[in-house]
Every structure is written in structure tokens, then in C-alpha cells.
């Protein structure tokens, strides 16, 4: 129950196109639903987050979309650039955030020039 | 701008080793936590703190505990290195502060090779 699931492991995508990486949990108690980026010798960092009364938040080129009832959640990269070569993590949390994230598994995503 | 430091970027240790990873955080943060990363596996919870001297196992314990005396820094210790316990290990702080309640922030890994 305490499990994210995430997919693709790995995705390439050409620069200009888009980006789309998916997750899905199974405890509904969970209230908080960020995404980290991690660089090559770098710790992750949060990149944008959602909580479950909104379905859809936006961030320059990157949304989130939130589906309750199927409890999923997606990253989506518009205009990949190479620069957001990176490994990307989806996460979820209870009680606001700040408590202890479960992460999937990262996807690791290349955008060739 | 939140600072997590974490005290080596590469540590080789010898099986058997006691190992202490060092992190500090200079935001005041209440919650401090320990994770592994590995490949295919992702991040792993081994131990977090909400407070001054207070520790929670995570997913992973086995093989480490954790000390906490200051709110600002938190320790990680393999009690006797093995070699699956390579690994990178990555601290992070977050939670409640004057400010209001703050995202996790996470320092830039400690690379451990155990031999």
C-alpha cells in the first residue's frame, strides 16, 4: 500500500517534443504528490508539486495532471529541450508534505538535440 | 537558499568498518531523513527524525542507526560495513520552520564503496 509505481524506466525523446512520464499509487491516504529532477552528480531537487483538489498544475513547460479515482499522476515535459536530460522521480506523501516521501523508481530521460 | 551538506562526496571504507556519514542542514528544518539510492531501485527510506534526539526506522534499517543530537545535524552509521551496503546515500531536511512548512531538500550524496 505504501508503493508508487512509476513508468517508463527509461524514455528518449527528441528535442521539441514531449515528455511523459506516469505514476500510480495505491494508498489513498496520501495527500501530496511532488516530482523531484536529479542531474547526474546532484541530489534531487523538487521540481513541481500537486495535491489532490486540483487536477492539473502547470509550471512553465511542465504540467502535472491528477486523476483521484484512478489514483495516477503524470509528469508532462512540453518543448523537451537537452537540458532536461535528467532523472526524474515521482513521489507521494501524507499529512501535507514534509513528512516522509515514498518515491518510485526514477525514469531516466534523455532529450537529443 | 537551503543548504544540506553532507560531509564527503566519496567514502571507500574496508568490510567490518564502522562507518558515520555526516549532514547539515541551516534552515531550521524539524525533519531530517536518511535515504539509499540505487540503481533500478530508486530512493530508499533508512531512517528519519522529527526532532532533537527522536528516530523512525524507514524501509530499509537493517544494518544502520542514526543520531540526531543537534536539530541541525543528522548522522548515519553502518556499524560494521558490508559491501551491500554500497551505495549512494542521500540526506535530506524538510518540514516545519518559522516560515511555514518546507518541501524536501535534499544535499548531493555521499558515494560509500565498501571492499
Known amino acids: 500500500q505504501q508503493q508508487v509505481k512509476q513508468s517508463p524506466q527509461s524514455l528518449i525523446v527528441q528535442k521539441g517534443g514531449i515528455s511523459i512520464i506516469n505514476c500510480a499509487y495505491e494508498n489513498t491516504a496520501f495527500d501530496y504528490f511532488p516530482w523531484y529532477q536529479q542531474f547526474p552528480g546532484k541530489g534531487p531537487a523538487l521540481l513541481i508539486a500537486?495535491?489532490?483538489?486540483?487536477s492539473e498544475k502547470k509550471e512553465g513547460r511542465f504540467t502535472i495532471s491528477f486523476n483521484k479515482s484512478a489514483k495516477q499522476f503524470s509528469l508532462h515535459i512540453m518543448d523537451s529541450q537537452p537540458g532536461d536530460s535528467a532523472t526524474y522521480f515521482c513521489?507521494?506523501?501524507?499529512?501535507?508534505?514534509?513528512?516522509?516521501?515514498?518515491f518510485g523508481k526514477g525514469t531516466k530521460l534523455t532529450v537529443n538535440p | 537558499d537551503v543548504k544540506v551538506t553532507q560531509s564527503s562526496r566519496y567514502l571507500v571504507k574496508r568490510t567490518g568498518e564502522k562507518v558515520f556519514l555526516e549532514c547539515v542542514q541551516d534552515m531550521d528544518h524539524e525533519n531530517m531523513f536518511w535515504y539509499r539510492q540505487d540503481p533500478g531501485l530508486g530512493l530508499r527510506l533508512i531512517y528519519f527524525?522529527?526532532?532533537?534526539?527522536?528516530?523512525e526506522k524507514g524501509d530499509i534499517p537493517e544494518g544502520y542507526s542514526v543520531s540526531r543530537e543537534k536539530k541541525e545535524r543528522f548522522s548515519l552509521i553502518l556499524e560494521s560495513a558490508s559491501t551491500n551496503q554500497t551505495s549512494m546515500y542521500l540526506c535530506?531536511?524538510?518540514?516545519?520552520?518559522?516560515?511555514?512548512?518546507?518541501?524536501?531538500?535534499f544535499g548531493n550524496g555521499t558515494r560509500l564503496t565498501v571492499t
Open positions: 513521489a507521494a506523501s501524507m499529512l501535507g508534505g514534509s513528512e516522509k516521501l515514498v
Open positions: 535530506a531536511s524538510g518540514g516545519l520552520t518559522g516560515l511555514g512548512s518546507s518541501p524536501l531538500h
Open positions: 527524525s522529527y526532532d532533537v534526539k527522536m528516530k
Open positions: 500537486i495535491r489532490p483538489d486540483v
